[in-house]
């Protein structure tokens, strides 16, 4: 979505855009895809940043395209330690303090704090400008405007959800419940985050694919070219400067400027050696986190099982949310199962869970250094689906594990192996208190050679890359007098 995004900013000014795409479907992590008759999404539940006024709509309308959408209305469900917790997307504060009568005064405060800072969060104007574009005046300016105008969010948002967590309730099944809506070492303002949109998200009436595909359309549209099936294999470098790509097939394509929407790791491999800042660029990346690897189970359920109004379910133990989330395993993971509303044309229903398992689980999931999948990560893939199957049939009963047509295993291999996204990553960098912020710039050490998409600024999210692609079309369309920024606030005052 990074590369779709900057091609259809830069295609909208007349810029001739060839985008390259190795899969056979454009949208790298916001693909969705057909298995005996259901239509998978990769896990994504809903979008807030999809309701209209926010920024996927309005991205699509100003390249000239629109997507219809759902909002969703599904509640959710935690049965940590093996209990069952219910909260309806519409009566959360409530039932949080049903489920926590003991507890009444830190649910409030955890509540009110998620709020202030939400709307802390939302209280800025306009494109916030990269940190790296700015002077120390205008960074120290930032500072102290954030602390004066965000204190809730200064105070609990940058630190780790566990260490806040801790703070703020001495009850670790209540710390678990708002785990539950995340899984991974986040900063906390990811979680307030997650809970402040419950109820306010929207989902694609024909499923995430609707988001590329409708990218696709106004890109192709404004005169932009797209080939799929076409794996970029060599960055072409003459005097320094990036000229084109060699492509799988033998083909080179020249270009003034080539964006890579791969990780950085993935692109710099594509530089000759004899580049040779190549290895420096490659140094850089080296200390840097990345954030954990997920495990994908799509499973097709039989019509009859009755998953009641709720569309997302979480698995896990009042500890989780301190545990070190590189020991996790099938056994002792979280687990979040998102479940899909019903296409037109699914005979079965959808539903996705999602397990933080490492990268590196089981010798790279028995591919060894070199990746290979051979019959041993077959086996290990059975065997994980076994017991996360078991787990969940356990815990949700009426049979959940009779009345599923399909189980398919998707592990962080698989997520490197389709995207080459580094170790599979489906959030670019770690987004933890110590890490949180560190994203690439759009522009490399290469002349000509530009990056865009979850390890760049603005970073993570279908809205984050999306506006990683117009930061770089910004920068790009300036160096032909074009105000991108004004262009796009005037459109939206004229049409509005
Ligand atoms: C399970 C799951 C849940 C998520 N939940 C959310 C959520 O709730 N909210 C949210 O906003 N985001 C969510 N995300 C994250 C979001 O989907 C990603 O951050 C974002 O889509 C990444 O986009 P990208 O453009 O950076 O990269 P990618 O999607 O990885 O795209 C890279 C593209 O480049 C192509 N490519 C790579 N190398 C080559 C090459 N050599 N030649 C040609 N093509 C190449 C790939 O095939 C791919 O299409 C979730 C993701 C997953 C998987």
Redesign the pocket.
Known sequence: ?????AGNFLAKYNKKVLI????S???????SFKRKGVQF?????????LKEGQTIPQFLEFWGTTINAQKNTGDICCFIDGKRYDFRHDRLKEDFIAAFPNNKDDVNLIFDINERMYIEMNSGTGAPKPPYEMNLVELMKFGINNFIKKPTFMKYGMKDASVVLDKLTQNPVLRSAIYSKGIFPMVYMAYAY?FNVIGK?YYPTYG?QAIPDASVQSFTSNGGILKLK????EILIENGRAIG?R??DGECYYAGNVI????PH??YD?LPDSLTTKNKMKQKLEGKEIFPS?C?LFMSVKNDYNFENISCFSFLSSINYKDNHKNFTPENCPIEM?VYPKKPDDIYKAA?A?LPIPYEYHNYWETSVKRERGEAYYKLKDEVTDTVLSRLDSLLGNRFKDSLTLAELSTPIT?ER????KNG????WSIDAKNYGKFLKQKTDVANLYL?????FP????????A??YYLAKDLLKLDGIDLERDYKNYFMQNN
């Open positions: 979505m990074g590369g779709l995004s390259l795409e190795k899969h479907i454009p949208g790298g992590l916001v693909t999404d990769l896990g994504i539940e809903s979008l807030y940043e997650r998200d995430m076409t794996e970029v294999m790509v492509t799988k890579s929407n791969a990780s993935f692109t594509l997920i994908a998102v996705v999602l997520f389709y995207t080459y996204s990553s489906f959030m670019g865009c998409g979850q390890w760049v970073g993570f999210g279908v809205a984050g890359v999306m990683s692609g």
